[in-house]
């Protein structure tokens, strides 16, 4: 089968084409570092405020009488990650005192929450709970995992862009010059990143989209499929079923495609 390949394909150089554009990778930049400012941005306004106030009246904070709770609830994942939020309301000096809370935190806890509401003897404005108050360390350490997660999204991302830089310029060293079928035994395809290797035993990782079917090589070579590499040796690079990845006319892809059925 493989030298009725190598018949139909063309003499010229043959330039191959990566599985994902460059352009796709800036664009998961753009929105990793979108994800980590939402992120950041949550923190800052939602979170943030609240654990700054409470880690300074932590020692001072004494129970509001005739306080009331408006619109109270904790919402908790697993058992671990608690996100309780509420309207806190009370008479001042210079009438109604309101204020909307936050509070993340994780924790392990079953069951529903009792809670008293505590003020800053120093800033009757500053309102919170004494729920808040007690986990006042578990919220410090939830918001930095949460600043951690939105560094690390835009970072990973962007670690991934530049692996995909390498692997197109892996690309183009065999790209635009007289290439040869290979058949490549099908390792494993995970995340994108599809493993192939050829008949003496080396291995090739290349960035595949999972849902993309490679060219394969009859029912009876299951788990083999279609490679180009360098006449003068060098890596393999596995050809999807449709033949868009190497740049041949329609009629060269159909001679191709006629020479695996025989």
């Known amino acids: 089968m493989i030298e009725r390949i190598r018949?139909?394909?063309?003499?010229?150089?043959?330039?191959?084409?990566p599985y994902m554009g460059a352009w796709r990778g800036w664009l998961l930049v753009v929105l990793g570092l979108g994800a980590g400012a939402g992120i950041f941005?949550?923190?800052?306004?939602?979170?943030?405020?609240?654990?700054?106030?409470?880690?300074?009246?932590?020692?001072?904070?004494?129970?509001?009488?005739?306080?009331?709770?408006v619109d109270g609830r904790c919402r908790s994942k697993v058992a671990i990650l608690h996100d309780c939020s509420a309207t806190l309301v009370t008479?001042?000096?210079?009438?109604?005192?309101?204020r909307q809370i936050?509070?993340?935190?994780?924790?392990?806890?079953?069951?529903?929450?009792?809670?008293?509401?505590?003020?800053?003897?120093?800033?009757?404005?500053?309102?919170?709970?004494d729920v808040g108050l007690d986990r006042i360390w578990h919220r410090i350490v939830t918001l930095a995992l949460f600043a951690l997660l939105g560094l690390a999204i835009p970072f990973g991302l962007y670690r991934y862009v530049r692996s995909q830089g390498a692997e197109r310029r892996r690309l183009a060293a065999i790209s635009g010059q007289a290439l040869e079928p290979v058949p490549l035994h099908l390792v494993s395809r995970n995340n994108n990143i599809?493993?192939?290797?050829?008949?003496?035993?080396?291995?090739y990782a290349w960035t595949v989209p999972q849902r993309t079917k490679l060219f394969g090589l009859g029912p009876d070579q299951d788990g083999v499929v279609l490679g180009l590499r360098p006449a003068s040796g060098g890596?393999?690079?596995?050809?999807?079923?449709?033949?868009?990845?190497?740049e041949l006319t329609d009629h060269e892809r159909a001679a191709v495609k006629r020479a695996r059925e025989g």
Do not use: C, Y
């Open 7 to 17: 018949a139909a394909l063309p003499r010229r150089p043959l330039a191959l084409k």
């Open 41 to 69: 941005a949550w923190i800052g306004i939602s979170l943030a405020p609240g654990v700054v106030d409470d880690f300074q009246m932590r020692n001072r904070a004494q129970p509001v009488s005739m306080a009331r709770v």
């Open 91 to 98: 008479r001042g000096k210079n009438g109604e005192v309101r």
């Open 102 to 129: 936050e509070q993340l935190f994780i924790d392990f806890h079953v069951g529903n929450w009792t809670v008293q509401v505590m003020g800053d003897p120093e800033r009757p404005e500053v309102l919170t709970t």
């Open 194 to 203: 599809t493993v192939v290797a050829d008949a003496a035993g080396h291995s």
């Open 235 to 246: 890596e393999a690079f596995p050809l999807d079923e449709k033949l868009r990845r190497v």
